[in-house]
């Protein structure tokens, strides 16, 4: 009886500690969508999945998946390159359009990976599913996330923190996930509560428990043999290398 008590115990303890971060995270202004507008005004795209900002020795960067593009890209868009047809780029809350940051320049512009959908399958292992910007103006009170340093734990709650399409205009939602696994590119993450479609959460931040970011949503599906719905995120190691090389030039 008393390992029974113990063990509820923990199990109201955890679920306690749980709601609690879900309700900080809730009330921390941390998500955003794209607003991307072209010079040829007929390729905006108002509602380009989610972005974040995160800060590394004392620089700010928007954050957001490269695939983003394959849906928010002019026609003559071919790599990761705007061609000189971007006109801005703003992340805002999906909520309020005046608390927006702009975009400055785009840091990891490339014209290697093609805006394709069969590219990025067909490069999946290595395919690096970052944008990261320079920012040039913050019209906002969000204050950028922090990277985490250390490894994640098997088991370990992590939160998505954003909008799916699905999701009606509103205050940022937190959804939870557990950390199950990491493969080649990306975490493997087990959803525990999340949007009823995972449609349009690319880009979103993932943060732990202490608001530390881990990665962000690249895509993601339900296991055929579990039915449980998995979430493939990319974590943030190599963007991190990345920036750091960005400070040293």
């Known amino acids: 009886m008393k390992v ?56 700010t960067y928007g954050i957001t998946a490269k695939h983003v593009l394959v849906v928010a890209k002019t026609e003559e868009m071919e790599f990761i390159d705007f061609e000189g047809g971007l006109k801005e780029w703003k992340m805002h809350p999906k909520n309020d359009t005046t608390k927006y940051i702009v975009m400055d320049k785009l840091l990891n512009s490339n014209r290697k990976d093609s805006l394709t959908w069969s ?87 993932i943060v732990d428990e202490k608001g530390k970011l881990v990665g962000l949503v690249s895509s993601g599906g339900k296991n055929v043999k579990t039915k449980e719905v998995i979430l493939l995120a990319t974590p943030v190691k190599n963007m991190l290398e990345f920036i750091k090389e960005v400070n040293r030039s």
């Open 4 to 59: 029974r008590n113990i063990v509820l115990s923990l199990f109201l303890l955890t679920l306690i500690v749980s709601c609690s971060t879900v309700e900080k995270l809730h009330k921390k202004p941390i998500g955003l969508i794209n607003s991307v507008t072209y010079l040829d005004s007929s390729f905006n795209n108002p509602n380009a999945a989610n972005g974040f900002l995160v800060n590394y020795e004392n620089q």
């Open 119 to 205: 590219y990025m399958s067909n490069n999946r292992d290595s395919y690096e599913d970052w944008l990261i910007f320079s920012v040039k103006e913050n019209k906002s009170k969000y204050k950028p996330l922090k990277f985490r340093s250390n490894q994640l734990m098997k088991g370990e709650n992590l939160y998505v923190i954003g909008w799916s399409y699905s999701d009606t205009i509103g205050p940022q939602r937190v959804y939870e996930y557990i950390y199950e696994k990491t493969e080649k590119n990306y975490h493997h993450l087990i959803q525990k509560n999340g949007p009823t479609s995972l449609a349009g959460l690319s880009g979103a931040p």
